[in-house]
């Protein structure tokens, strides 16, 4: 149940294309959903956030898309560019600090 | 970026022996995290503490031990190293505002044999 369940767990796109990275959750005490992006050799940096009472948040390129109902969030990246290449985590929490990670996906832009 | 390094950036050692990882932030940020990053678990919580000398267990503490003494310095010490402890190992901090990680470290690279 405290399990987030990300997929695909790896993704090739065109430049400008828009890659979505899908998330799955049980634990409906989750309240806190963020997404961290993930450059080789570097750490996680929070990339955006959102909290269930909202159904979409954009920021930028990246967008947070919620179904509270089916329990399910994704991140959508418009006009992606091959800077973009790096591996995505959606997290998601109930609160308090035990933030639970999926397993990440490794996204690649082809120039 | 965050002010956060991370010491020794890769480490290899013995099965048995003890080992200790250094965090050390410059944002003076109150909540400070360990996480171990493995293939197909993405990070999991280790420890967290939410002010000096005060520490919590995450979901994988197991083998683990933490202090934080000062503001700016949370360690992490694995007493007996095992090979099932050798991971990337990351710190992270947040702001009062919001307790959940928001800027990490590089990581340390740790290697049991």
């Known amino acids: 149940q405290q399990q987030v369940k990300q997929s695909p767990q790896s993704l090739i796109v065109q430049k400008g294309g828009i890659p979505i990275i899908n998330c799955a959750y049980e634990?409906?005490?989750?309240?806190?959903f963020p997404w961290y992006q993930q450059f080789p050799g570097k750490g996680p940096a929070l990339l955006i956030a959102?909290?269930?009472?909202?159904s979409e948040k954009k920021e930028g390129r990246f967008t947070i898309s919620f179904n509270k109902s089916a329990k399910q969030f994704s991140l959508h990246i418009m006009d992606s560019q091959p800077g973009d290449s790096a591996t995505y985590f959606c997290a998601a929490s109930p609160g308090g600090f035990k933030t639970i990670f999926g397993a990440g996906t490794r996204l690649f832009v082809k120039a | 970026d965050a002010g956060i390094t991370q010491s020794p950036r890769h480490k290899v050692t013995e099965t048995g022996t003890p080992v200790t990882l250094r965090c050390h932030q410059t944002?003076?940020?109150?909540?400070m995290y360990w996480y171990r990053q493995d293939p197909g678990h993405g990070l999991r919580l280790i420890h967290y503490s939410y002010g000096v000398k005060d520490t919590d267990k995450g979901e994988v503490s197991d083998g683990y031990s933490v202090s934080r003494s000062k503001t700016e310095d949370f360690l992490l010490t694995l007493e007996s190293a095992t090979s099932s402890q050798t991971s990337v190992y990351f710190c992270?901090?947040?702001?009062?505002?919001?307790?959940?990680?928001?800027?990490f470290g590089d990581g340390t690279r740790l290697s049991i044999l």
């Open positions: 944002e003076n940020h109150r909540y």
């Open positions: 634990n409906t005490a989750f309240d806190y």
């Open positions: 959102i909290r269930p009472d909202v």
């Open positions: 992270a901090i947040s702001t009062d505002i919001i307790n959940q990680p928001q800027h």
